[in-house]
């Protein structure tokens, strides 16, 4: 059974920092590239970033890059996303995704992309 349980949420003020988790378990969890995906009530799921399956190759929305830092540990089957200098835009369910079909900086945000998901964690960040 597949699981991706993320963790790490919360609230925070502008300016501030939190580290997402996500936990995966039930599939081979390195040969699947990781993204991380958010949605508010008003919007449409948005990709935060990508991360291939070796850990080398990262892919970030415009709005988050040199804020945010996604990475993977291999071992532990973990995916992370270090997000810094927070602002209230940011605040969104955070979700992520595994997915093997392949990908190019053109279609990683896509989430038909995607095989597999988690059931979020909330990040609110205050003014």
């Known amino acids: 059974q597949v699981q991706l349980v993320e963790s790490g949420g919360g609230s925070v003020q502008a300016g501030g920092s939190l580290k997402l988790s996500c936990a995966a378990s039930g599939y081979i969890y390195r040969h699947y590239y990781m993204g991380w995906f958010r949605q508010t009530t008003e919007q449409e799921p948005d990709g935060v970033g990508l991360?291939?399956?070796?850990?080398?190759?990262?892919f970030y929305t415009d709005s988050v890059m040199g804020r945010f830092t996604i990475s993977r540990d291999n071992v532990k089957n973990t995916l992370y996303l270090q997000m810094n200098n927070l602002n209230p835009e940011n605040t969104a369910m955070y979700y992520c995704?595994?997915?093997?079909?392949?990908?190019?900086?053109?279609?990683?945000?896509?989430?038909?992309?995607?095989?597999?998901w988690g059931q979020g964690t909330q990040v609110t960040v205050s003014s």
């Open positions: 995704a595994a997915g093997m079909a392949g990908v190019d900086d053109g279609t990683w945000s896509q989430e038909r992309r995607y095989d597999y």
């Open positions: 991360i291939g399956t070796a850990g080398i190759i990262t």
